[in-house]
Nanobody
Framework: QVNLVESGGGLVEAGGSLRLTCAAS???????MGWFRQPPGKERELVAS???????NYADSVKGRFNISRNKARNTIYLQMDNLNPEDTGVYYC???????????WGQGTQVTVSS
């Protein structure tokens, strides 16, 4: 029903940048897509999302540093992460919300590690 393929994680020094990509394959009508992250020993939290109308939402901790964008025709979203710091370390998961279902769909996760 939904397949999310993530790429772009890795190891970077503090102050560096990474770009994450999530490509969705689905027959559902998409409501929104976004990125969540799970730092070591902590719960999963929203990083950024983009709705079908283009409205974006960011966690306060990433505002001004991260930018979410999309290629609507390809059902693909991007997360440009600049000025990374060690607190950004975690597994980043792509999320998709669709019409006609209350279920959340998740990618397999991609590791982002920021060294100090």
């Amino acid at each position: 029903q939904v397949n999310l393929v993530e790429s772009g994680g890795g190891l970077v020094e503090a102050g560096g940048s990474l770009r994450l990509t999530c490509a969705a394959s689905t027959l559902f009508s998409i409501v929104s897509m976004g990125w969540f992250r799970q730092p070591p020993g902590k719960e999963r939290e929203l990083v950024a999302s983009i709705a079908i109308d283009g409205t974006t939402n960011y966690a306060d901790s990433v505002k001004g540093r991260f930018n979410i964008s999309r290629n609507k025709a390809r059902n693909t979203i991007y997360l440009q992460m600049d000025n990374l710091n060690p607190e950004d370390t975690g597994v980043y998961y792509c999320n998709l919300k669709a019409r006609r279902t209350t279920r959340d769909f998740w990618g397999q996760g991609t590791q982002v590690t920021v060294s100090s």
